[in-house]
């Protein structure tokens, strides 16, 4: 190759580099916005949604607060990218929802709209997770992303910890954005949303440091559930139903029931905590004539709660020396019992399906192009519950 | 160009690879559209007939004793002209693929990545590569699949291993959910996606023998099939009612990967890896529609011909004036008939045809020698 071609090949590439490289418009990461989690509200007076962002703030300079990496940002719109918008024109910087962990809906949001205007947005996104948790608040969705737990910083890290890891353990259901919105397109178009309730803890003082001391300390309490139908809310479960339902239609362990020893010994306890270990529902159906017989079968192992014990340690590991009776077990199969009762009255009076009862009978009968509820409506339901219950 | 040949073993790796890529882009969620959950039948069904067109093709590469290339198969055996309609279609095919694989990329990479660039900045790099490999040969590209096939499916198992976890097979029930009339239309109107074996109709001269082409082949494609079947049941059970809505499934489906939530988007880094089948898959498909143009103007030099590639890209640039979406949507509900006679059609017959072509070649040779024998005597 002679001289000149080089010379030649070489300017092509070098003219190719320059313009490729104007040609390519990412993202620095300075310029974008990295959120964490976001809160949802209603503003009824507006009619506008407040979106309160959790954004990615690296500390930097001594004068920085160590642990301080998040800062909370609103923005308010007539839609969802509206809002998201408005972050951007506040903040320079263009939310990248890509590192999103939970979306929170502020009481206002849920109890008010339809849901399906503000999630759909997020479900068509390419870059928001479709496993994200999604939850619902008491109070404002704004007012809960101003707390935080006493050993923790970032509060959309805090309750994805919790809603996720610690979940499956202590029976909180929860559930992630793309599951929701499933359970919104099928069936009878009934779902779940977990509720998130913070609890203030008066007894910690405030710290005269700057940062995040400052905001309210406190805790979380989400053990119940919110039902919703066609993206509308319908009903907020109590403990005792959402126990249920978490028995029914989840593999959520880790519910506890009081029971009275009746050991023969006077050295124990005269109530224990008998918490489940193993949890596993089955369910049948059968059709006769326009009736469904419906069989949910509940097989509960469980244990008396001790410090250290916390669940399931799978089938590797051996089993613990048994501290129930039968009598003790009876308790907890009655305790049982006397949930699911509630659970299901509440079924019937708001007309949900939120433990796969239509799912079953889909699959053992088929599917139909008429509704649903109407080939097959709830009063037509015969539910039977049978629960067994032993020691792990 | 064409001087060296190829094993079947690489063969099989490229068609390991090629078979998943690309079907995970915007595939699912359109199949979805048309036959909803019952889209992984329609996608099992059609590669079960691409087996049978791949098997049908080995069997041609293995009597093709003389070598004869596909342009001499079908010279000789159906004519010049029906030779160069089949080369048209063809070449449509190949550059329409093209065209609907680079927009599947480039929109994964604006969505998925947050990186938006200019058609021409996106199409430049692309067709640069996809004729250098052209130029070196299609050994080259076999060459390149065998050193990035170990990355790319363990970049593909990492994607889908995770999610597989998460998945709700109640999804798939009952089944099927469509009637078969629907399922059958779904799988006609969706073959423009599969046949990926094309490419061995224009390296029909250039494999080395092998005693077992069938093992090997069938191996590599049935393992690239089976994963293409798992990744979109996985996509149903996964997305459930929501598949038809969603745009592109490994963009969706790589969110739930690797537990990492807490971690930070790790799945990008499988997914820019998996993305090099696509790719693959590219350079193949340019390849493919060089020997057509090749064959069809009649051009029989065996070094790379600058202008016939610059021909076979300059296509690509066709969305600066009509996207993808729109391409397909106008043209392939008329070309989707004669697509599928040189997708499935072609293939079944192709062994007889290399069968007949081979025969006249034996013939002339023989005439060729009475000649010279008789011109010897004289």
Redesign the interface.
């Known amino acids: 190759m002679n001289r000149g071609k080089k010379i030649l090949i070489l300017l092509g590439c070098g003219a190719?580099l320059i313009?490729?490289s104007l040609?390519?418009?990412?993202?620095d990461i300075s310029a974008r916005a990295i959120v964490l989690g976001l809160g949802v509200d209603w503003d009824e007076q507006t009619k506008q949604y407040l979106i309160t962002a959790e954004i990615v703030s690296p500390g930097g300079g001594s004068d920085q607060q160590v642990g301080t990496f998040s800062k909370l940002v609103d923005g308010r719109g007539d839609t969802m990218s509206h809002a998201l918008s408005d972050i951007y024109a506040q903040t320079g910087r263009k939310s990248?929802l890509?590192?999103c962990?939970i979306l929170l809906l502020g009481e206002s949001m849920y109890k008010n709209t339809d849901l399906l205007q503000c999630l759909s947005y997020f479900?068509?996104s390419?870059?928001f997770?479709?496993?994200?948790s999604v939850c619902c608040t008491v109070g404002e969705a704004n007012a809960l992303m101003n707390t935080q737990l006493p050993l923790s910083g970032s509060i959309s890290?805090t309750l994805?910890?919790l809603l996720?890891d610690a979940g499956k353990l202590v029976a909180v259901p929860s559930t992630t954005l793309?599951?929701f919105?499933?359970s919104q397109?099928?069936l009878t178009r009934s779902g779940v949303l977990s509720v998130i309730e913070y609890v203030e803890n008066k007894d910690i003082q405030q710290s005269d440091n700057a940062g995040d001391s400052q905001k309210p300390q406190g805790t979380y309490k989400c053990n119940t559930v919110a039902v919703f139908k066609d993206n509308r809310f319908v009903t907020a479960l109590d403990d005792t139903q959402s126990l249920a339902y978490t028995l029914l239609a989840t593999d959520c362990i880790g519910q506890i029931y009081t029971v009275k020893d009746d050991h023969d010994n006077e050295y124990n306890p005269q109530l224990i905590s008998a918490v489940v270990t193993d949890n596993s529902c089955d369910i049948s159906v059968e059709q006769q004539g326009d009736k469904l017989n419906v069989t949910f079968t509940i097989d509960a192992e469980v244990h008396s709660l001790a410090n250290g014990y916390h669940g399931k340690e799978g089938i590797f590991f051996p089993k613990w020396t048994e501290t129930m009776t039968d009598g003790m077990l009876q308790q907890v199969k009655d305790s049982i019992f006397a949930q699911i009762e509630e659970y299901f009255k509440a079924q019937q009076q708001y007309n949900f399906d939120i433990v796969?009862i239509y799912?079953a009978y889909?699959?053992k009968y088929?599917?139909s192009d008429q509704p649903i509820q109407q080939r097959l409506p709830m009063e037509n339901i015969v539910i039977d519950v049978k629960v067994n219950v032993t020691e792990n | 160009m064409m001087q060296n040949k190829v094993k079947w073993s690489q063969i099989a790796l490229i068609l390991l690879l090629i078979v998943p890529g690309g079907k995970y882009l915007s595939l699912p969620a359109a199949l979805a559209q048309q036959v909803g959950k019952d889209s992984w039948i329609v996608i099992a069904v059609l590669l079960l007939l691409d087996a049978i067109c791949l098997a049908m093709t080995i069997k041609a590469a293995v009597i093709n004793k003389h070598n004869l290339s596909f342009n001499s198969v079908l010279t000789n055996t159906v004519g010049a002209v029906p030779s160069k309609v089949i080369y048209v279609i063809f070449f449509v095919l190949l550059q329409m693929r093209i065209i609907t694989l680079m927009a599947s990329v480039y929109k994964l990479f604006a969505a998925t990545f947050t990186i938006r660039s200019s058609w021409v900045g996106f199409w430049l790099p692309i067709s640069a590569f996809c004729l250098l490999v052209v130029a070196k040969g299609f050994k080259t590209i076999a060459r390149l699949n065998q050193l990035l096939s170990v990355l790319v499916m363990f970049s593909l198992v990492s994607i889908l291993i995770y999610p597989a976890t998460q998945l709700d097979v109640r999804n798939l029930l009952p089944l099927p959910q469509s009637d078969f009339a629907t399922i059958l239309q779904g799988t006609f109107n969706s073959t423009f996606w599969f046949a990926d074996y094309m490419f061995l109709f224009f390296v029909l001269d250039s494999i080395c023998p092998s005693r077992h082409p069938y093992v090997s082949v069938m191996s590599g494609f049935g393992v690239g099939a089976v994963l293409t079947v798992l990744m979109n049941v996985l996509f149903i059970a996964l997305y459930g009612p929501l598949a038809p809505y969603t745009d592109l499934a490994m963009s969706k489906v790589s969110q739930f990967a690797l537990a990492l939530n807490t971690n930070g988007r790790l799945d990008w880094l499988s997914l820019s890896v998996w993305t090099t089948s696509v790719f693959i898959k590219l350079a193949l498909f340019t390849f493919s529609a060089y020997k057509c143009l090749q064959f069809l103007i009649g051009n029989k030099q065996l070094k790379f011909n600058y202008w016939i590639g610059a021909i076979v890209v300059v296509f690509s640039l066709t969305p600066l004036f009509l996207s993808s979406d729109k391409l397909l949507k106008y043209m392939l509900p008329y070309t989707v008939y004669p697509f599928c006679v040189v997708q499935y059609v072609l293939p079944l017959f192709l062994p007889l045809l290399v069968k007949i072509a081979n025969n006249k070649h034996d013939k002339r040779i023989v005439e060729k020698l009475n000649l010279s024998e008789v011109a010897a005597n004289e």
Do not use: R, T
């Open positions: 190719l313009f490729l040609s390519f418009s990412g993202q990248s890509g590192q962990q479900s068509l390419e870059a997770k479709d496993s994200s890290m994805v910890e996720k793309n599951k919105m499933q397109m099928v796969n799912k889909e699959i088929g599917a």
